[in-house]
């Protein structure tokens, strides 16, 4: 399935200037073997029905081109902080449209720019809030969309969340692996060589798996993929990435860093992220400078 490119400008893998990350992507792309990832899509979704979870970052995006292969129909759902890119939320509009996509947006309430005002820490002159008292942005902006997007669609999760993308999440996909192959390898698969956790091939059948405590199965199929396949598997399929990719490069962003999740996050700041949506996004910065007045001081 290949999504027309309509502008070379918008941040896609093909568009103007050198590009290292596509360019690795690229070459990644000959060598990542992906035929039997929207059959094991189809058959999570079988089992547990449930939605893709998608963000407009590269991840998701890859996730969402593998369901789309599996069930043209998968239910897609979209959880909006209230903090999102301009550019990421015509980003997903456009998606869905051009892809038809059978898509659920789910706002925040409270919005991540109404927790932040009110815990009264970005206030000039006035106390923060306790945090008994204030809403937790994960629970905000995760947990009870999450809830939503389950209770109306079933106990199932495609999500593009890695492995590499810290030691944490590395640790959590090997244990769910090792558990994932005691519960539903029953030879279906190679033993694992003397010395090896697991085969190939249990790496293949039953890697991405995470059973949650609260019954819920989320399963990401680029679990073990490297920044390079992701970029490498959009370009292969003619995916145009989130044009906050490339402005964030054009600001001179560290690879690692460029993320196209909410423009203000109290737990990036410490990487100049308030310093970068002043310079690409000023007309923005400026409004929330009038909410969230110590934005200033960052920058």
């Not at 590269?58 to 209230?82: I, Y």
């Not at 969309?145 to 495609?158: Q, V």
């Not at 109290?266 to 002043?278: D, E, F, K, P, S």
């Amino acid at each position: 399935m290949t999504m027309p490119v309509p502008d070379p400008t918008d941040g896609s893998p093909s568009g103007p200037g050198l590009d290292v990350a596509a360019l690795r992507g690229m070459l990644a792309a000959r060598r990542l073997e992906t035929g039997h990832l929207p059959g094991r899509v189809r058959e999570h979704l079988e089992q547990h029905d449930g939605y893709v979870a998608l963000s407009g970052g590269k991840d998701s995006m890859a996730v969402l081109h593998l369901a789309v292969q599996a069930d043209p129909a998968v239910p897609v759902c979209f959880f909006d902080s209230g903090l999102e890119y301009p550019e990421t939320l015509d980003y997903i509009e456009r998606i869905a449209d051009t892809w038809n996509l059978n898509l659920t947006w789910i706002k925040a309430r409270p919005s991540a720019l109404e927790i932040l005002h009110a815990h009264g820490s970005w206030q000039h002159g006035r106390a923060p809030a306790a945090d008994d008292d204030m809403p937790d942005l994960h629970t905000a902006l995760i947990t009870e969309p999450a809830r939503k997007a389950h209770a109306e669609h079933g106990e199932g999760e495609l999500w593009g969340v890695r492995s590499k993308e810290s030691q944490g999440r590395r640790i959590a996909f090997i244990r769910a692996l090792g558990d994932e192959i005691a519960r539903e390898c029953q030879g279906c698969c190679p033993p694992a060589e003397p010395g090896s956790r697991e085969s190939m091939q249990q790496r293949s059948r039953h890697g991405g798996v995470i059973r949650r405590k609260d019954a819920t199965v989320a399963y990401s199929p680029v679990w073990d993929w490297t920044d390079a396949d992701v970029w490498g598997y959009l370009h292969h399929h003619g995916v145009p990435a989130n044009p906050v990719y490339a402005k964030l490069r054009r600001l001179g962003v560290p690879a690692r860093l460029q993320r196209v999740s909410l423009m203000l996050e109290a737990t990036n700041i410490q990487y100049g992220r308030a310093v970068w949506l002043r310079r690409g996004w000023p007309r923005i910065y400026q409004e929330l400078a009038q909410v969230l007045p110590r934005l200033t001081e960052l920058t």
